[in-house]
């Protein structure tokens, strides 16, 4: 791989982190709200981000895909991150339906999901070097 290509991968994987650390406020933003569903879902997405982003970094390219436990899996994550990403899993599609709720959108959920992606978000930061 030339050093341009490099680059280039290095300068996108740092777009998609940025777009983790923006969802993670968001979900912060949302947990102050009592918004648990919202708190969730951006949940999730900081993790699925800030994983694409190592994707992108080490060549993998963008892969589409919501599956937390396959991407983390992918980039080699230790077992603790693929775990959380697993956890996250659910709330990327039932915290976009009323009927999906089933007493999972509570407070004691949100607290354990922004806990998990901030330490998907902060293992993919340390693999990237920023």
């Known amino acids: 791989m030339k050093k341009r ?3 280039i991968e290095k300068s996108e994987s740092i777009i998609w982190i940025k777009k983790a650390e923006s969802d993670l406020r968001k979900a912060k933003i949302l947990f102050k709200a009592s918004e648990y569903d919202g708190t969730l879902f951006y949940s999730q997405q900081t993790a699925e981000k800030a994983l694409k982003a190592v994707h992108i970094n080490i060549g993998l390219g963008l892969i589409k895909s919501h599956e937390l ?3 983390s899996r992918r980039v080699k994550a230790p077992k603790n ?3 959380k990403g697993i956890l996250l899993n659910p709330y990327e599609s ?3 339906y009323p009927d999906k709720d089933d007493g999972m959108f509570d407070k004691g959920n949100s607290v354990d999901a922004l806990k998990y992606s ?3 978000l902060a293992w993919c ?3 990237l070097k920023i």
């Open 5 to 7: 290509e490099i680059n």
């Open 118 to 120: 901030q330490e998907v």
């Open 125 to 127: 930061k340390r693999r």
């Open 81 to 83: 991150i693929q775990e």
């Open 94 to 96: 039932f915290s976009r």
């Open 69 to 71: 436990g396959s991407l």
